[in-house]
């Protein structure tokens, strides 16, 4: 294990209330590709036309489409990481106030941490825009065989996941509970995100501002690393399995 995940380890372990942030870096390593960056869903796709809720409303098949051709198959085959598995493993031991996440893939959940605080909501849920009613993302993957967009069974209303578009607002008390686990953490652990995306990336700010200690652990540069405490640009998933794995270890031995 290297210096970097040493210190790493050493601020973990002496942490009380830590929050993990993730971003799509996070998700990378299990097949679902970043946002930004050399292969970036934006580089390829338009954010304004494929995630914007003005645009989703004029025409809500332009996205359906982008959703069925180029969401679904990664979404299909993707499975947590030693990245989660790392961070579900730390929620055992009651350090890990909270995971703080961007991304809608929900696979913090399934590699089971169960305080996951979901920023930009989760593309498993899907509702219809007209009455509300949820649909779960296997009969969405149905439904769009023969129909796009997608719509509902009770109302016939048009159909969208249940994620936050730009130039929609994040869920109120999402972010509330955000800030509130931001502002109180002693160590906050930012993990594959580019931190330039707002209010999200004013997060880690919060918490350095309010005493905690800040770390960030992405491959690339990002705006934040000049106020990071440690900044640690490789892979995730390497990095946090080490680091738990050690913690585990440590733990182990004070028993015996
Ligand atoms: N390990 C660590 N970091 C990684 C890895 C990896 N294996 N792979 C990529 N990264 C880093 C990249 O260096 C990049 O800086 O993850 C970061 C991902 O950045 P973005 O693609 O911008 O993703 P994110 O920060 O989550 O984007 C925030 O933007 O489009 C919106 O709503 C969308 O939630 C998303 C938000």
Not at 54 to 62: A, D
Not at 156 to 168: I, Q
Not at 169 to 197: K, M, N, Y
């Amino acid at each position: 294990m290297g210096n970097d995940a040493l210190t790493l380890k050493a601020m973990v372990a002496s942490a009380a209330r830590l929050v993990a942030f993730t971003g799509a870096g996070i998700s990378a390593e299990s097949g679902i590709p970043t946002y930004r960056g050399a292969d970036g869903v934006w580089n390829k796709y338009d954010p304004s036309k494929y995630a914007d809720i003005r645009y989703f409303r004029e025409e809500p098949s332009y996205y359906w489409n982008f959703f069925k051709d180029v969401r679904c198959p990664v979404l299909k085959k993707a499975q947590p990481n030693k990245g989660h598995l790392a961070l579900a493993k730390l929620e055992e031991t009651d350090k890990l106030s909270a995971i703080i996440t961007q991304n809608i893939d929900g696979l913090h959940q399934i590699a089971g941490s169960n305080r996951v605080l979901e920023l930009h909501g989760n593309t498993r849920r899907i509702l219809c825009l007209e009455c509300g009613e949820l649909y779960g993302i296997e009969t969405v993957y149905r439904l769009i065989e023969t129909q796009l967009p997608p719509r509902c069974s009770k109302c016939d209303g048009v159909l969208k996941p249940d994620v936050v578009f730009f130039g929609e607002s994040l869920p109120p008390t999402v972010l509330d509970e955000a800030i509130s686990v931001s502002r109180d953490c002693d160590l906050f652990l930012v993990v594959g995100s580019s931190l330039v995306v707002q209010p999200a990336a004013s997060l880690p700010v919060m918490a350095k501002e309010n005493g905690a200690k800040l770390l960030i652990l992405n491959k690339d540069a990002t705006p934040l690393d000049r106020m990071a405490d440690l900044v640690i640009h490789e892979s995730a998933s390497v990095v946090l399995d080490q680091v738990c794995g050690a913690l585990e270890k440590s733990a182990i031995q004070s028993q015996t």
